[in-house]
């Protein structure tokens, strides 16, 4: 498991290619509801590089923007909501790409829709 700095470090020597990192977020970080602590850091750790100016997502950043929009701690919830307005922002969003891989989590049943309260 990558530690908090870790993650930082090679998020730096990576800049132009991340995709990597955020396909081991996803399958070190992301993929269950009930992960400790640590986790969630990496994940939050995650969105946040993908806040600002840059490239549009491609198919690992849209993965890891869906996982925080659906993922069961409110933080990586609401970090994922800023994320989708400043990629609208910023025109890095990929609305289509976005839209598969949530329905592919849907469809999955990965997302913890039924803990959610309707209002």
Not at 106 to 111: K, S, V
Request: with cysteine; aromatic share 8%.
């Amino acid at each position: 498991m990558l530690l908090k700095n870790d993650f930082q470090f090679l998020f730096s020597l990576l800049p132009n290619h991340p995709a990597p990192l955020y396909e081991y977020a996803l399958r070190s970080a992301a993929w269950a509801d009930n992960l400790e602590s640590s986790e969630r850091d990496l994940v939050t750790q995650t969105l946040q590089t993908l806040l600002g100016p840059g490239s549009a997502f491609d198919l690992a950043a849209s993965a890891m923007l869906a996982s925080g929009l659906i993922h069961h701690t409110p933080i990586c919830r609401s970090l994922g909501q800023e994320v989708v307005v400043q990629a609208v922002t910023n025109g890095r969003l990929a609305p289509a790409v976005l839209g598969q891989v949530l329905g592919q989590l849907l469809a999955a049943e990965y997302a913890p829709w039924h803990a959610w309260p309707i209002t």
